[in-house]
Each structure stands twice: as structure tokens, then as C-alpha cells.
């Protein structure tokens, strides 16, 4: 019994003392907002590099309309929950976007996500979608 304490000591011991992985994840949240009755979506993105190079890389709001951000995130993420799917997310895609078509997340958000798409390839270097299809900002 005690080997086993101990063994079970040294493991979580062990597990403590590896390297702090970068954590990147992204999820798209929908609350409900009682006085309006209406739904609202947040983007939360867990990146510690991400607020400052999108503060300092991204255009103005405004710049792209909606549905070129829609068009190029359907893109991202249909080519994100691929490699989610399939095993081959290694640094990123390790968790699954849950990015529906059909929904209007309205412009900010729209902007934001593509712009984190473009960090992860731009400061990143990880190629989301093929070589033919990047853009080149």
C-alpha cells in the first residue's frame, strides 16, 4: 500500500514538473440575455500571445464586410474541425470549433475569428488551409 502512495506521489510529481504547454483554444459561447430576450455570442479564445499581436496586426472592424469574414471563416473553420477530426491538429486544432453556417454571429465576432485564423498562420506558422486557397495580407 505504501509503494503504491509513493508511486502515485512521484507520478503527479513528475506530471507538475513538465514544461507549461502554450495553451490555444477556441470556442464559440452563446448566452442568453434575460431583459432582451435575445441571444448573444462570445468568442473566447485562451492564446496568451493573441490580444497583443491582434490589437497591433488586425484592420479596423470595419474593413472587411460580413460575409467576406463568413466566407473566409467557413473556410477556416471547415478546414480547422477537419484536422480536429482527423487527428493531424499536432499545435493547434485541439479542440473542435463549433462555427455554425446558417448562424449570423454578426460582424465582431466574425472579425475576431478570422483574425485569430491569420495569427495561427502568420506568428504561428501553422498552415490551416492549402497553399492555392491562403491569403497572402
Not at 502515485?8 to 507538475?16: N, V
Not at 513538465?18 to 495553451?23: A, D, F, N
Not at 465576432?109 to 492555392?132: C, D, M, Q, S, T
Request: hydrophobic letters at 35%; glycine letters at 6%.
Amino acid at each position: 500500500m505504501k509503494t503504491h502512495i509513493f508511486l502515485i506521489i512521484c507520478l503527479l510529481a513528475f506530471g507538475a514538473c513538465t514544461g507549461i504547454r502554450e495553451s490555444t483554444r477556441v470556442s464559440i459561447e452563446n448566452e442568453k440575455i434575460a431583459s432582451e430576450d435575445s441571444l448573444q455570442y462570445e468568442l473566447v479564445i485562451i492564446d496568451p500571445g493573441f490580444e497583443t499581436w491582434f490589437v497591433t496586426h488586425s484592420k479596423p472592424v470595419w474593413f472587411h464586410s460580413q460575409s467576406y469574414l463568413e466566407t473566409w471563416n467557413r473556410q477556416y473553420v471547415s478546414a480547422w474541425n477537419s484536422r480536429y477530426m482527423s487527428g493531424r491538429g499536432n499545435r493547434c486544432c485541439d479542440t473542435y470549433i463549433d462555427y455554425q453556417f446558417h448562424v449570423d454571429y454578426g460582424l465582431e465576432l466574425n472579425h475576431r475569428l478570422y483574425w485569430y485564423f491569420r495569427y495561427v498562420e502568420l506568428k504561428l506558422g501553422i498552415a490551416i488551409l492549402p497553399e492555392g486557397i491562403r491569403r497572402q495580407d
